[in-house]
């Protein structure tokens, strides 16, 4: 498909800066496959649309502090450089993935500096600024100093209008994360709060939980002009037996399968042929229109960008015509898009 079959025009003041408070306050555009009458709630209406044996699906990831700055020294006839690093995928004990700026400014084999003990070496180079980077300690030790030197990363689209502060450290973090990695929030589920998630739990709906470690790559724009020639950065994830097991049993039961945000649905996605699987490995899992589902019936997403491989997911879910008539009323109604905005929930015709 053309990418610009997912393009659609959004005014600037629609990006939401912070969350609603509380977060389980902000609104909610219910969205039918196929329909373009749509239903306005808030998040915590959520498990009015749930019934007991269904199951909620959450991404357990933890944001860390995966901005870094630092100092490539003099060398030449050039002067020091101030370098930007965003990790994105850890690849060993001492090795991350990470896209830095200025890239023109490092070249293999050149140290970055962030404090008196704490560098790292480009090993490897590739093509639009991403590198790998092997760091001067490892294991726990390279967590704890990236723990005291990284912030956390906020979207560009937020950071581009105002910097991160101490608010961020909550704000972009579920009130559930557990397992230190992911370098953006899966946002879908910034909207829980404890009695949200209480109140799915008086409703008799099931929760589990899976882990997908989101990367940077995420923000990527979509820079081929068909859907077909764009390559996705892997992503790192993990979905336990017993999580296999609630699912499985579940769907057969007759019950439906709801994902907290579209990480939880690639995770699901990548797990299953056709039953859900336990599973651990990168996935590149791209889903564009015309993908058949396996495992998901009902999607709780955030708005997402134009022509992002996000708004792309969801198109495949329920419609690019739906998606785009869905996107066009919460424009005219004012819902507030992306990280900290409003939320949708997408539900599949029964198969």
């Known amino acids: 498909m053309r990418v610009s079959d997912f393009a659609f025009n959004l005014p600037q003041d629609l990006i939401a800066l912070r969350p609603a408070i509380p977060r389980d306050s902000a609104r909610l555009l219910v969205v039918h496959e196929g329909s373009t009458i749509f239903e306005e709630a808030q998040v915590r209406d959520l498990p009015t649309f749930l019934n007991a044996g269904d199951v909620c699906v959450f991404n357990d990831t933890r944001v860390i502090p995966a901005q870094l700055f630092g100092v490539r020294r003099a060398r030449g006839d050039s002067a020091d450089a101030r370098i930007e690093v965003t990790l994105h995928k850890r690849e060993g004990a001492n ?206 997403t955030n708005f997402h960008l134009p022509k992002s491989t996000l708004f792309m997911l969801v198109s495949a879910f329920c419609g690019l015509e739906t998606m785009h008539a869905a996107y066009a009323y919460a424009i005219e109604r004012r819902f507030r898009f992306y990280s900290y905005g409003d939320a949708c929930l997408l539900l599949r015709r029964p198969r």
């Not at 230190?180 to 949200?196: I, K, Q, S």
């Not at 979905?239 to 990480?263: E, F, Q, Y």
Request: net charge negative; charged share 20%.
């Open 95 to 300: 090795r991350w993935a990470a896209f830095v700026k200025p890239a023109r400014k490092l070249a293999v084999a050149d140290v970055i500096h962030f404090a008196q003990d704490f560098t790292s070496v480009v090993e490897v180079k590739n093509e639009g600024g991403e590198l790998l980077l092997s760091f001067n300690v490892s294991g726990e030790a390279l967590d704890q100093a990236i723990g005291r030197h990284g912030v956390i990363p906020l979207p560009p689209y937020i950071a581009a209008r105002r910097e991160a502060d101490p608010r961020d450290q909550s704000d972009y973090q579920t009130i559930y994360a557990s397992r230190e990695g992911a370098v953006a929030a899966p946002t879908a589920g910034l909207h829980f709060t404890p009695g949200l998630l209480q109140s799915l739990d008086e409703r008799g709906v099931l929760r589990t939980n899976v882990t997908l470690h989101v990367g940077a790559g995420t923000f990527l724009p979509v820079k081929s002009d068909d859907t077909a020639d764009h390559v996705m950065h892997a992503e790192w994830g993990e979905l336990s037996r017993s999580t296999a097991d609630t699912i499985n049993a579940a769907r057969r039961s007759g019950h439906r399968i709801a994902c907290v945000g579209t990480t939880s649905l690639r995770t699901l996605e990548s797990a299953s042929n056709p039953d859900v699987q336990p599973w651990q490995g990168d996935t590149r899992i791209f889903i564009t229109p015309g993908y058949a589902f396996k495992a998901v019936d009902m999607l709780l």
